[in-house]
């Protein structure tokens, strides 16, 4: 049996220290600039910020999985390289990258430090991550969120690293790594900016019947009805119309959130080493209440007993939930 | 793939300062509760600002960013501007409300969770249980500076009236806890 670990978003030290007390193995987190995708205003640390919590959570036996996990645009890499060596001298224990460039400085500088393929590098052919093991020395791959479990152990049979998989939290677009879509609107780049819609863009406009539209850049992505769930302000998750269909519909994906909790067990038998909580962004709430629930189904696992998870669907995006690719191809 | 970047056509926007559910907040009972609640709010203040100092960098440049945080059911709404040289945060009756940079719109008791992080910001908005408008940038930020706070601001400021106050806090959440269920 794969030990999954259990790696668990933070934005802020106090969401770390919450991760670490709830059970989480390993807290992945970034620094308050580009390096990382999650590039939101308010969020993410400092340096002296991530020293404290190193030393927080390894005081604990948790580890600490710095996101290096954006682009550099070209003649811009020193931001990264800076980046890698603060995060090496103060202790993390492995960097998640997706550049080349990136992860070669920190093959050829930082060596003794555990190298994390992210899943904004869309790895997900064997071919593709044996080559990001040979060159750079990869350890872990986080797989792309488009596989079936099948597809997974066949992969984990042909690869010499360690798989993570997203088990819970937001459904991104695929490819990834390759949306261009809040840059097309707002001339910011998820990839290298590390932003994807960015707030200083988004407008939320309530309206005499209820209802409450939500704009980014200017341009109206969706309109939830009075009584409607909502989702996150993502081009990718809006609600357009099309000359075939004038009712307005999910043109890429739909306001869901991935959970697996179902399949857990099936994840572990196909070999994955480590699951992933989507979630920088989020409150300290629901790192306590998602990582309590996943501590509980993954130790009851462990110890031969069935997992009775708790209903996380209140923390799900538009209160919706699927297995996605996990479960079959067809699932969009 | 063939689509355009437009939905249906929504109807007329509202101007943000209208409560969704407005209390009758006739214009003395509004004042007078204005009144007897400012003292309270001046204190808890000062006391966050003074035991938190680390939440107003996360604020960057919207710590002058007027925030009107309006509880629906109370009979005034919270006139909030983070800057640590000159903070506001008062009770303003809805006709008096300054022209805000956001506003932060839900339940009094869910909003208190969410300052508390007992309650979770996006989950809420997704219920369409909290709204917000105006500058969704600085909503952004407050949300994550108050999250950044370890413990209880709710219960830090009960304790600050001691029994009574932990009494009606307990009272106030056992109500929200009910009518959640």
Redesign the interface.
């Known amino acids: 049996m794969s030990l999954a670990e259990l790696i668990c978003p933070a ?5 770390l ?1 919450t991760a670490v007390d709830a059970g989480a193995d390993a807290v992945y987190c970034g620094f308050q600039d580009a390096t990382n995708a999650r590039n ?4 993410n640390f400092t340096p002296d910020e991530l020293a404290a919590s190193v030393a927080y959570a390894h005081a604990k036996g948790a580890k600490v999985l710095l996101a290096l996990n954006t682009y550099p645009p070209a003649g811009k890499v020193d931001l990264w390289r800076q980046a890698a060596d603060t995060g090496a001298r103060l202790g993390v224990d492995a960097f998640i990258v997706a550049d080349m460039g990136v992860a070669d400085y920190i093959a050829r500088t930082h060596p003794a430090v555990r190298l994390h393929l992210s899943v904004q590098a869309a790895a997900s052919s064997p071919e593709a991550i044996r080559y990001y093991c040979e060159n750079f020395g990869v350890r872990r791959v986080v797989l792309p969120r488009i596989l079936t479990i099948p597809e997974i152990r066949q992969i984990r049979a042909e690869i010499p690293c360690e798989i993570e998989t997203f088990i819970f939290g937001n459904h991104g677009l695929m490819v990834e790594g390759r949306c261009s879509l809040t840059n097309y609107l707002t001339g910011q780049s998820t990839n290298m900016d590390g932003v994807c819609s ?3 863009d ?12 939500s704009q980014l850049a200017g ?6 009805g009075p ?6 302000p993502t081009i990718c998750k ?7 269909r ?3 519909y999910y ?1 890429f994906e739909e ?1 869901v959130s991935l959970n697996l909790s179902r399949l857990l067990p099936e994840l572990i038998d196909a070999g994955v080493h480590a699951f992933k909580i989507e979630g920088r ?6 790192v ?2 998602v990582v309590r629930a996943f501590r509980k189904a993954v130790d009851d696992i462990r110890a031969g007993r069935e997992a009775n998870m708790a209903d996380l669907v ?6 919706k939930q699927t297995q996605g690719a996990f479960e079959t191809k067809k699932w969009r | 793939m063939t689509t355009d970047t437009s939905t249906p056509p929504a109807p007329p926007r509202v101007p943000p300062r209208a409560p969704r559910a407005p209390r009758p907040g006739p214009g003395a009972l509004s004042r007078l509760a204005c009144l007897a609640v400012q003292p309270i709010l001046s204190r808890t203040v000062r006391r966050i600002a003074a035991r938190h100092p680390s939440l107003f960098a996360r604020l960057g440049p919207h710590q002058t960013t007027d925030f009107l945080i309006d509880p629906v059911e109370l009979p005034f709404a919270l006139h909030l501007r983070p800057d640590p040289e000159a903070l506001i945060f008062r009770a303003v009756p809805r006709d008096a409300a300054p022209r805000a940079g956001a506003v932060i719109r839900g339940r009094f008791m869910l909003l208190l969770e969410l300052v508390d992080s007992e309650e979770d910001g996006d989950a809420a908005f997704f219920s369409r249980d909290l709204e917000v408008s105006g500058d969704t940038e600085a909503v952004v930020r407050l949300r994550n500076a108050l999250d950044d706070v370890d413990g209880s601001i709710a219960e830090e400021t009960a304790a600050m009236f001691g029994r009574p106050g932990r009494a009606i806090l307990a009272r106030l959440r056992r109500a929200y806890l009910n009518d959640s269920e």
Not at chain 1, 40 to 43: C, H, N
Not at chain 1, 219 to 224: A, E, Q, V, Y
């Open positions: 934005g802020t030290p106090a969401a220290r939101f205003p308010g969020l960015p707030a200083s988004v407008d939320y406009a309530r309206h005499a019947d209820g209802s409450m539209s341009f109206t992505i969706d309109c939830f009584d409607e769930k909502a989702g996150y809006g609600r357009y119309t099309a000359p075939h004038p009712e307005g043109a306001p962004q989020r409150s300290k709430s629901y306590r209440g209140a923390l799900t995006e538009g209160q």
